[in-house]
């Protein structure tokens, strides 16, 4: 693992979240910029870089190997939602907040952060494994995840219309072409990764714009927020690498299942929060003190589990 690609990896996210807070202070962007920039990330820029991931033509792990990664990720998602249900009595949550915590437990930025931090670590060649995660993290968060915000009180129901989300979409495309070992044609894939490099910087963007709108001293005093990042980002890839590492005996698997575990909490947050009247500040106060955090927290895991 490259520790130092990692770190430089970290503190460049950190630095383009400090633009978007500027930025955002001196009034070159607000909440609209963030709903507009939040479509764009989501429908256009996140699904290139999901297809880029596959183009690069390197398969590290076998196709069975992939399958088992697989399994790992949806099984992950099981496991979060049903230790979240725990989270609101630990951390005393208010009613009208405990969805909005048990989301920024359950779901990290693993298509944001994720594949800037996984090639840091691994290479182009491990990027694709990213997109196994995006597409657990589509099916979850656009039907489970939304209905943390939108209706935390009410029967959870499966939405059938998530299958048309964009990300959901090009992660099917990309695992097509990986099994199937189908090339698209170089410029082809140099337009898709082009488009797709604007993931990572429009996202710490839009959180340090979010940042911005926020009194800090809010931010930083909610202990609540601490705890969780706690669990989420210690806790939980401390006991994933202990129990996965019995059945996942190649170091590049079992990294990739971890490394996702030790993400900061999802940008999506923030943008659902936006589009079914959730609350927003928290929202945001969680992704931010979680990536903040993250830029220790995950080198400093990833030398104590694998150096």
Known sequence: ???????????VLFLTLAVGYLAARRKLMNEDTNRHLSRLLVNVANPMLILASVLKGEHPLSNVQVLQ??????CGYFVLIALSFLLPKLLRVPADRAGTY?????FSNVGFVGYPIVQALFGDGAMFYVTIYVMAFQLFVWSYGVH???DPGAKFQFRWD?????CLIAAVLAYTLYFTGLQLPAVIGQAVSYVGDLTSPISM???GCALAQMKLSRVFSNWRLYVLAAIKMIAIPIAAFYSLRPFL?????LGIAVIMLCMPSAT???????EYGGDGELASSGIFLTTLLSIASIPALMYLLFR
């Open 1 to 11: 693992m490259n520790y130092s690609a990692l770190v430089n990896k970290m503190i």
């Open 69 to 74: 990664l697989t399994l790992v990720a949806a």
């Open 102 to 106: 048990r989301f920024l437990f359950i």
């Open 148 to 150: 943390l915000i939108a």
């Open 162 to 166: 998530i299958l048309k989300r964009p």
């Open 205 to 207: 963007l839009i959180i």
């Open 249 to 253: 005996h190649d170091q590049l698997l």
């Open 268 to 274: 999506n947050t923030t943008i659902i929060s936006y």
